[in-house]
Nanobody
Framework: VQLVESGGGSVQAGGSLRLSCATD????????LGWFRQIPGKEREEVAT????????YVATSMKGRFTASRDNTKNTLYLQMNNLKPEDTAMYYC???????????????WGQGTQVTVS
């Protein structure tokens, strides 16, 4: 299983970025998939979760309205569109999967390498 994030970078406050997470079909279909972020010195924070094959993700309340998660089932890719970015959004962003098919609750056991987002 491999999850490959991309799209991070440095932006000014108020700017936008779109992150991508590409994986294989076996991982993409039938499993929980999620976006997380980790700020140095803090615990990893859930950003968005797709339950198995669900196109409507759960997005953390604090990020609703600014962050939109989506998936392209033809490309086995997740996206995280981040608008109106704030300095406090600066973090390493990860995507993750749970390899237990159609799990009722998500327990992520595979992580990508992360992509850094810096907002100044």
């Amino acid at each position: 299983v491999q999850l490959v994030e991309s799209g991070g970078g440095s932006v000014q406050a108020g700017g936008s970025l779109r992150l991508s997470c590409a994986t294989d079909a076996e991982t993409f279909n039938g499993n929980c998939l999620g976006w997380f972020r980790q700020i140095p010195g803090k615990e990893r924070e859930e950003v968005a979760t797709f339950y198995a094959d669900d196109d409507k993700p759960y997005v953390a309340t604090s990020m609703k309205g600014r962050f939109t998660a989506s998936r392209d089932n033809t490309k086995n890719t997740l996206y995280l569109q981040m608008n109106n970015l704030k300095p406090e959004d600066t973090a390493m962003y990860y995507c993750a999967s749970d390899d237990r098919p159609y799990a009722a609750t998500c327990q992520y056991n595979t992580w990508g390498q992360g992509t850094q987002v810096t907002v100044s």
